[in-house]
């Protein structure tokens, strides 16, 4: 079956610029975490859903960053207002719950630069 | 303080010998789960391994094991008969309850890489 996707693959912008990345999780899949790979590091969190809820949006780095989680499906992080240091890898994994062993399988992600 | 402690930024191992990519964690938490995903440069993130704090074998799947030493809060990966394709970022997680939902930490990464 189809696995995570995420769009766009490259997002090139402007500091200053919004974007908006998109993660389809893997179909019946009810939990959904967005993550941050910087150049050379290891995985950041920064927000997960249990279906269209993010009981736990305590990784965002800033105001600037915000998700959106609809239909229990599709989620969108938006980040507003770019910054250089918002350069990175932006990886979405689902599962099918959250529960204790519910292995996150993660999409190909989204590589954001900040020019 | 980290979650998750990978020490080891670099690993080199021969084609067909086997490695060991070291994990520590700090919880006190009594339920957890420990995880171990591969990288390759590709970018994307591959399962490997699974060991729930209250599994009292290790860990096996193919040519991955996890020795887990719950005493010393020790999760590491043992790779046997390494091969090329090994080659990759290794990444070590800790699952945690908080409140009803799980949550996620992974450790900095390994790289390791397969000489033949």
């Known amino acids: 079956g189809a696995g995570v996707s995420q769009s766009p693959s490259n997002k090139v912008t402007e500091k200053g610029k919004d974007v908006e990345l998109r993660c389809d999780p893997i179909?019946?899949?009810?939990?959904l975490y967005w993550y941050r790979q910087s150049l050379g590091q290891g995985l950041e969190f920064l927000i997960y859903?249990?279906?269209?809820?993010?009981?736990?949006k305590s990784g965002l780095p800033s105001d600037r960053f915000s998700a959106e989680r609809t239909g229990g499906s599709v989620s969108t992080l938006t980040i507003q207002r770019t910054q250089q240091e918002d350069s990175a890898v932006y990886l979405c994994?689902?599962?099918?719950?959250?529960?204790?062993?519910?292995?996150?399988?993660f999409g190909p992600g989204t590589r954001l630069t900040v020019l | 303080a980290q979650k998750i402690t990978q020490t080891q930024p670099g690993m080199f191992v021969q084609e067909k010998e086997a490695v060991t990519l070291d994990c520590t964690y700090d919880?006190?938490?009594?339920?957890?789960?420990l995880f171990w995903y591969k990288q390759p440069s590709s970018g994307e993130m591959i399962f490997l391994i699974y060991?729930?704090?209250?599994?009292?074998q290790n860990a096996t799947e193919g040519r991955y094991s996890l020795n887990f030493q719950k005493a010393r809060k020790s999760a590491n990966l043992v790779i046997s008969a390494s091969q090329l394709g090994d080659s990759a970022m290794y990444f070590c997680?800790?699952?945690?309850?908080?409140?009803?939902?799980?949550?996620?930490?992974f450790g900095k990464g390994t790289m390791l890489l397969v000489s033949p």
């Open positions: 997680a800790m699952r945690e309850w908080n409140s009803g939902y799980s949550t996620l930490t």
């Open positions: 859903f249990q279906g269209n809820s993010a009981p736990d």
């Open positions: 179909s019946g899949h009810t939990a």
């Open positions: 060991q729930g704090s209250y599994d009292e």
């Open positions: 994994a689902s599962s099918l719950t959250s529960g204790s062993y519910n292995e996150q399988f």
């Open positions: 919880t006190s938490d009594q339920s957890y789960g």
